[in-house]
């Protein structure tokens, strides 16, 4: 590699690592918890714990569990129902005005079982609220998703440079040697350069992932204007029906269509992932593999009949699957510990990072006063 071509990958990496690293390392920090936020909802007490039963204990249903939500809050719809991968005793069903609400929701956990109201998770309050909209939005809404979704793609190309960088800085040393007899500052360089090479692969995959995820509400928005709109193009003009139908009768029709699928969620009439003349059942895959990629059956929300259901477009069957590989929530316990271990060495390398260039300005900014001003000209 040229001297000119090096000295162009050297600036590149510099610029875009300055400019993105306190986010990263803001990201970083907040990811941390986002690991283990069913664990440390434990510890908190703010995680639903449904009592044990015999496993055939029989489920309610759903018309039964949205009659519970309405005498909870008299006066408010159901937006979205749901429940977690891998526990079907409990119903999640989120509650507001209008189906369109931002503000003022409510969530009601109910067993599935009993219907016994098991507690109301705070969506806007608490710990983990704090830390999820500091590492998705920076409580900036969309601009502050794109504007994180920005510093990741500074991210990706400060990774690219420094790969390149690497090679040749290498090529007088072993591969991961630290000259621990040197300066303090070269000390750090070689740990800097060992740890990016070492998180290279996993850094990159978070940091796209991550890309992803920020610009999720654009993907939403895309899927909606292409695949939803074709879907719902029958009923373009017919006016909103004035009741709606059974809730349970509408997922057991989608459970029909799609029978070796499980439910992930249902969107009410309404909201953004259904029609005014819809519930959008949303069907997941019953494997490891496949629990997080779903597919939307659309059922008419006054006769309960399928009238569409497609296939995710690559996009957002991308989105889907960059959401658990981003936390890695794939393998369990150890991909959790795995993850954490490699958060904390990114986070001392952005550190180091950061020292390394306050170190070389304060280095220059030493030697500046001991330059002669006919020495300084004749510098290139």
Not at 37 to 45: K, P, V
Not at 52 to 62: G, N, Q, R
Not at 297 to 324: G, H, I, K, M, N
Not at 358 to 377: D, G, I
């Amino acid at each position: 590699m040229s001297a000119g071509s090096l000295k162009v990958w050297s600036w590149l990496h510099t610029w875009t690592s300055l400019v993105c690293t306190l986010f990263m390392l803001l990201l970083c920090l907040t990811g941390l918890p986002l690991i283990f936020h069913h664990e440390i909802g434990h510890l908190l007490g703010t995680e639903i714990e449904a009592p044990e039963m015999p496993a055939d204990t029989p489920h309610i249903s759903l018309d039964k569990v949205m009659q519970i939500g309405e005498a909870r809050h008299p006066g408010q719809d159901g937006m979205f129902i749901s429940r977690e991968p891998d526990d079907d005793r409990v119903w999640y069903l989120t509650m507001s005005d209008t189906p369109t609400s931002t503000s003022g929701l409510h969530q009601v956990a109910i067993d599935a079982r009993t219907g016994e109201i098991l507690g109301e998770p705070q969506l806007e309050s608490g710990f983990m609220y704090i830390v999820n909209s500091l590492h998705i939005d920076l409580f900036a809404g969309l601009p502050g998703m794109l504007f994180l979704g920005l510093m990741g793609v500074l991210l990706l190309i400060s990774l690219v440079s420094g790969a390149v960088l690497y090679a040749p800085f290498m090529q007088k040393l072993g591969f991961g040697e630290v000259r621990r007899q040197r300066t303090t500052r070269l000390k750090w360089l070689d740990l800097h350069n060992l740890l990016g090479i070492v998180t290279l692969v996993w850094f990159f995959v978070v940091g796209g992932t991550g890309v992803l995820n920020a610009w999720a509400d654009l993907i939403v928005k895309a899927w909606q204007n292409d695949q939803l709109s074709t879907m719902l193009a029958p009923y373009q003009d017919q006016p909103p029906p004035q009741q709606l139908g059974s809730l349970e009768a509408a997922v057991q029709s989608a459970r029909q269509y799609l029978p070796e699928m499980d439910i992930q969620f249902v969107a009410f009439p309404g909201t953004s992932f259904s029609s005014p003349h819809h519930y959008g059942v949303f069907m997941r895959g019953n494997e490891a593999l496949t629990a997080h990629l779903s597919q939307p059956v659309l059922v008419d929300a006054t006769t309960s009949e399928v009238t569409d259901s497609r296939p995710l477009p690559w996009y957002f069957t991308a989105l889907q699957l960059s959401r658990p590989l981003h936390f890695g929530d794939y393998g369990g316990k150890t991909l959790q510990i795995i993850w954490a271990v490699l958060d904390v060495i990114t986070i001392i390398l952005l550190s180091s990072g950061l020292y390394l260039w306050l170190a070389k300005r304060r280095r220059k900014k030493t030697a500046a006063p001991n330059t002669s001003p006919s020495a300084a000209q004749q510098t290139p």
